[in-house]
């Protein structure tokens, strides 16, 4: 308890310590003949006697309790503005000390809402003071009239001076409010940001001028398992190798003056797997209110797979994997472009429908599947093996030295085929006919090489099935200026 007495009594012993100091410089100045034309005694008790009474009806009745009569109440106020004007008027000056009532409304707090009950109670004292000198119930060292005269001046100095003080104090006050207001709109504004930032699914994070970054959203937490500082001290190690000249190319670009950049690279996650991002900058190094670039990245990892598997879905037959008919015509364009001779082998499994009729489609998918394999054992990386359709495929082999070179792949072809093999339970040789185009790839149309190594198929068929046929001499007028061998002996 002892510790917390000055904290309590201390606002008490200063209000003491003025009252004993007044009491002892008026006390000379009324031996002097200067002030308290009355009894002294009377003087000392209603100071002390007043200062004692306030001291206890405005002290707390109880821990936390409000006072006993309330000072900021009509009575509270009333009673001190009753005891100034006492004190003021028992001195014998109180006409000339009445603007000492804007002293007592600046020690009583806010005057915003109560500077005009502070100026009337004022005015009624010291309207009372008058009527009293009036009626010669107090003394004063001025004269009657000089008394009256100065008396209403103060009175009206006194309200000037406290709507003054009032009016200051609530425009201080309505300032105070709304920069309060203000400061809690941007906090919650801030907090809301933050919200917002933290359950979204981009990341936001934003750098100066030579790339370190300030601020790192919170979801990158949850978006990329790194912690904000994890993320700082790795970003020099997220971009993935193969992707860093498309980041540095976006940062030459923003400082170039570009106003935003988006482009998609890779990204290390904290498990240490690389995601695809969308990645948006923007540069508002000239905003003050950002003063950096803020990048906005999304994990886009699925949307990128689900991409690449419809372009993968566009060129590639759906059964077998190889290259569908639009993938063909695409590599047939860029082959007729080239130079030297390019073969084409046009084929179909001899018998399948057959197996489709007798066994059923699910074994003719599978005798599909087996030809598919065997045609990539048989040519080289840089060959395009491509189903049509049903069981007619082709191989595009963009070089060959000559003519004996596709037909080497094209007897590899039949004889694997033809080698026995199960296929879904049931022992198989595949037979095949393969027409065989070879051109000179600066002079022929490739369509019309795909054409004309389709003829060539059906030729090896007239002749008998697990053949292959190249057009000879005879057969070069006619379907445009292909080059080949003579004719040559069915296999």
């Known amino acids: 308890m002892s510790r917390?007495?000055?904290?309590?009594?201390?606002?008490?012993?200063?209000?003491?310590?003025?009252?004993?100091?007044?009491?002892v410089c008026l006390t000379a100045l009324?031996?002097?003949?200067?002030?308290?034309?009355?009894?002294?005694?009377?003087?000392i008790a209603?100071?002390?006697?007043?200062?004692l009474f306030l001291q206890w009806a405005l002290r707390p009745s109880g821990e936390g309790q409000p006072d006993r009569i309330g000072r900021s109440g009509l009575?509270?106020?009333?009673?001190?503005?009753?005891?100034?004007?006492?004190?003021?008027?028992?001195?014998?000056?109180?006409?000339?000390?009445?603007?000492?009532?804007?002293?007592f409304a600046t020690v009583t707090g806010s005057l915003a809402r109560s500077w005009r009950l502070i100026a009337a109670l004022s005015v009624l004292a010291i309207a009372a003071g008058q009527a009293a000198l009036a009626a010669g119930l107090l003394e004063t060292y001025l004269a009657p009239g000089t008394a009256q005269a100065v008396g209403a001046v103060g009175a009206l100095c006194a309200v000037l001076a406290i709507r003054a003080l009032g009016t200051a104090d609530a425009a201080r006050d309505a300032a105070e409010n709304a920069l309060a207001l203000s400061e809690q709109a941007a906090r919650r504004s801030e907090e809301r940001y933050r919200t917002v930032l933290q359950d979204s699914q981009d990341v936001t994070v934003i750098t100066d001028a030579a790339g370190t970054a300030f601020f790192v959203s919170s979801a990158v937490e949850h978006v990329m398992g790194w912690s904000e500082q994890e993320y700082r001290d790795s970003r020099d190690h997220l971009v993935h190798?193969?992707?860093?000249?498309?980041?540095?190319?976006?940062?030459d670009a923003l400082k170039s003056g570009s106003a935003g950049e988006v482009v998609e690279l890779r990204l290390r996650h904290?498990?240490?797997?690389?995601?695809?991002?969308?990645?948006s900058a923007r540069n508002l190094l000239d905003n003050p209110a950002v003063a950096g670039i803020v990048f906005n990245h999304r994990d886009v990892t699925l949307r990128k797979q689900h991409q690449d598997q419809l372009v993968y879905e566009a060129a590639h037959d759906p059964l077998t994997g190889l290259a569908n008919r639009a993938a063909l015509r695409e590599v047939l364009a860029g082959w007729g472009a080239g130079s030297g001779l390019g073969a084409i082998l046009y084929l179909d499994l001899d018998g399948f429908k057959r197996v489709n009729d007798e066994l059923g489609h699910a074994v003719g998918d599978?005798?599909?599947?087996?030809?598919?394999?065997?045609?990539?054992?048989?040519?080289?990386g840089g060959d395009t093996v491509a189903r049509l359709g049903g069981d007619e495929f082709v191989v595009v082999l963009p070089e060959v030295r000559h003519p004996g070179d596709a037909v080497t792949v094209a007897q590899r072809i039949i004889d694997r085929l033809g080698e026995p093999e199960s296929v879904a339970g049931h022992p198989m040789s595949v037979r095949t006919s393969v027409g065989i185009a070879v051109c000179e790839l600066d002079r022929q149309n490739a369509e019309e090489a795909l054409r004309l190594a389709d003829a060539a198929m059906y030729e090896a068929k007239r002749a008998g099935t697990h053949?292959?046929?190249?057009?000879?001499?005879?057969?070069?007028?006619?379907?445009?200026?292909?080059?080949?061998?003579?004719?040559l002996p069915f296999s």
Do not use: N
Request: glycine share 16%; aromatic share 12%.
């Open 366 to 380: 599978e005798l599909l599947l087996h030809a598919a394999r065997v045609l990539r054992d048989c040519v080289l």
């Open 270 to 279: 904290g498990d240490g797997a690389w995601h695809w991002h969308e990645v």
């Open 4 to 23: 917390k007495w000055p904290g309590r009594r201390w606002p008490a012993l200063l209000g003491g310590l003025e009252v004993i100091c007044g009491l």
């Open 467 to 487: 053949s292959w046929y190249l057009p000879g001499e005879a057969d070069r007028e006619q379907h445009g200026g292909c080059r080949g061998a003579q004719p």
């Open 30 to 43: 009324h031996e002097l003949g200067w002030a308290i034309p009355g009894a002294l005694w009377f003087f």
């Open 75 to 103: 009575l509270g106020t009333a009673l001190q503005v009753a005891y100034c004007g006492g004190v003021t008027y028992l001195t014998g000056w109180g006409p000339v000390l009445a603007i000492g009532f804007v002293q």
């Open 241 to 251: 190798p193969e992707d860093r000249p498309i980041a540095q190319a976006m940062a």
């Open 46 to 51: 209603f100071l002390l006697g007043g200062a």
